[in-house]
């Protein structure tokens, strides 16, 4: 039976479909600087937290004091295991004595030490010096051989790119490659599992990050989340907290809805989420908001601009902001850490302000709309009804056009605010476009903010085409036909 044990690394386990087996040989390759050798050390400084040892052999000529310098600033270090779970090894003695005397000092290793993880660096260095591809197979097949004899998992660190993989790949039982792309002017930290035998691991590229707690994998959000139902939804509605809009939706949101909020720059977007969670905070609802812009302070102060106690329900914890800097983030990173904060908060109103920062964002576009699925299916899934807010590019354009098409499928509610220029006068309109099993008001009604809230009740009365930002004045007939 196939013995899994944790590495302990946030996220890998979810890629490698459970951890690393017990007894089993593994290629963790890449380039310099991608982060093999702090990986290694982190999977090491892990295994002996857990009451086993673990072995750190390289053929490299760095010393060992030095590594363990450059790695002091790792929280994961903890010097107090050096010399008892934590061993240290150098190989270089046994490579110059050739392959035989390399193998058998590997073992000896491997019985004298007890170990349970064994991480070789430097295995480039073996290829170097073999004089056949064959012999570094067989090296490598070795290595297999002995970890599932003594019960020892065994990880090699090798500057292998994908293409050079071919000739050991088959001897070993797991594949991971790091890579660090340029993505423009950014670098992107990627890792992926390319084997692994006997668990079924998450395929494709997986962004990570190092900080002072080692490496973090964030799993591709689509590859992962998004894949539950949600709860039953009850048939009583939210409250925005604006009685006109509620009726303009057939008496409020089903729970557990999404509802994307389309609208222009200072169109009211915010406001509308802000009510939406002020709205939940005085009916007992805990709320979250993750925007990229704005302060908890911020946000409080921009709700009492219109007549909202949203403070009241930030000091009391009732809503609860994630504050995100919108600058060289990892959208997985970001999705992952909403979730701990859902699954901490239990929130059951969740306004995400904006998708647009995600859309410029995300590294890689194609993933968008699958990206978006799987979030919104997830936050459903985790018992919440959402506002999500994004912008229309363009005040006045010839068409109404979508500013993210793939989202707008995935939602089940799409409500439109937005300016226009009529008469000299800057007018607010809203409107539902859609809402999925509510019957909804058709009408175009002015939406007008105030220092005492927002009121959504008048028809805008206009001719020509206000929802793409053209607008001409309404004749008398329109006018009185209007309601």
């Not at 010393?63 to 934590?86: A, E, P, Q, W």
Request: aromatic letters at 6%; hydrophobic letters at 45%.
């Amino acid at each position: 039976m196939l013995h899994v044990w944790a590495s302990g690394v946030d996220g890998l386990d979810r890629v490698l479909g459970g951890g690393l087996a017990a007894g089993r040989a593994y290629l963790i390759a890449g380039e310099p600087g991608t982060g093999k050798t702090t990986l290694g050390n982190q999977l090491v400084f892990n295994h002996a937290a857990t009451g086993q040892t673990a072995v750190f052999a390289s053929f490299l000529t760095e010393t060992y004091d030095s590594m363990l310098t450059n790695m002091r600033g790792f929280t994961f270090l903890d010097s107090s295991l050096i010399g008892t779970r934590v061993k240290f090894y150098s190989l270089m003695s046994g490579f110059a004595e050739g392959l035989e005397v390399m193998l058998s000092t590997i073992r000896g290793i491997i019985r004298d030490s007890g170990a349970t993880l064994l991480i070789i660096d430097g295995a480039t260095v073996i290829q170097d010096s073999l004089p056949t591809s064959f012999e570094l197979r067989r090296f490598t097949q070795h290595i297999q051989i002995y970890s599932a004899l003594l019960g020892c998992t065994t990880i090699l660190l090798t500057t292998h790119t994908r293409d050079e993989l071919r000739s050991i790949g088959a001897h070993v039982d797991g594949i991971i490659l790091l890579t660090n792309e340029r993505i423009e002017s950014l670098h992107s930290r990627v890792i992926e599992v390319l084997k692994v035998r006997g668990l079924l691991q998450i395929s494709g590229a997986h962004e990570f990050s190092m900080s002072s707690t080692g490496i973090t994998v964030h799993p591709r959000l689509e590859s992962i989340a998004g894949q539950h139902l949600p709860p039953e939804a009850a048939a009583i509605g939210l409250g925005t907290g604006i009685p006109g809009l509620d009726a303009m939706l057939g008496g409020g949101l089903i729970p557990y809805s999404s509802t994307l909020l389309i609208g222009t720059p200072g169109a009211g977007k915010t406001l509308l989420g802000l009510s939406f969670l002020t709205e939940g905070g005085d009916r007992g609802e805990r709320g979250l908001i993750a925007g990229f812009h704005e302060s908890a302070q911020e946000i409080a102060a921009t709700a009492s601009r219109i007549g909202l106690d949203l403070r009241r329900h930030i000091d009391s914890g009732m809503v609860h902001v994630m504050w995100t800097s919108p600058t060289e983030l990892s959208v997985d990173e970001w999705a992952w850490r909403l979730f701990a904060m859902i699954d901490i908060h239990r929130p059951q109103r969740v306004f995400i302000d904006s998708l647009s920062d995600i859309q410029r964002l995300i590294s890689r576009p194609q993933r968008l709309s699958a990206y978006v699925a799987a979030l919104v299916n997830e936050l459903r899934a985790r018992g919440t009804t959402i506002f999500i807010a994004t912008e229309i590019d363009s005040y006045v354009d010839q068409e109404l056009i979508m500013p993210i098409p793939a989202a707008w499928a995935t939602m089940d509610n799409g409500i439109l605010v937005r300016q226009i220029e009529l008469n000299a006068r800057l007018n607010r309109l809203i409107t539902v476009l859609k809402a999925r099993q509510a019957a909804t008001d058709p009408v175009i009604r002015e939406f007008i903010i105030t220092d005492q809230g927002i009121d959504v009740s008048r028809p805008f009365l206009a001719s020509g085409g206000p929802l793409t930002g053209r607008a001409e004045q309404a004749n008398d007939d329109e006018a009185g036909s209007a309601t």
